[in-house]
């Protein structure tokens, strides 16, 4: 069984930085499209930053500039450091991604999710 396993998540003051990973784990043939989206109280779940399998990157704007995804291949594994915190992006965050679990089949997966919490 595919899963997707997220960690770094915490308590950090405005102004601060956290490191978000994700791993994934399993029968994995490769992984394509890799992203992190959160969901704030009462609000829905939206895009924060997404990472093709070549490198390829795409931003939220309320995030461009402050956090950067990135992913090791060999680790199946996608990071999001974030710097510049602030209270508004307090949310849980979800990894996503597309894995091929065989040449013929591709799973999206989320992730359980990951409490980041920015004091004011």
């Known amino acids: 069984q595919v899963q997707l396993v997220e960690s770094g998540g915490g308590l950090v003051q405005a102004g601060g930085s956290l490191r978000l990973s994700c791993a994934a784990s399993?029968?994995?043939?490769?992984?394509?499209?890799m992203g992190w989206y959160r969901q704030a109280p009462g609000k829905q779940r939206e895009l924060v930053a997404r990472?093709?399998?070549?490198?390829?990157?795409t931003y939220a704007d309320s995030v461009r500039g402050r956090f950067t995804i990135s992913r090791d291949n060999a680790k199946n594994t996608v990071y999001l450091q974030m710097s510049s915190l602030k209270p508004e992006d307090t949310a849980v965050f979800y990894c996503?991604?597309?894995?091929?679990?065989?040449?013929?089949?591709?799973?999206?997966?989320w992730g359980q999710g990951t409490q980041v919490t920015v004091s004011s």
């Open positions: 399993g029968s994995i043939f490769s992984i394509n499209v």
């Open positions: 990472i093709g399998s070549g490198g390829s990157t």
């Open positions: 996503n991604g597309d894995v091929q679990t065989t040449p013929w089949r591709v799973v999206n997966l």
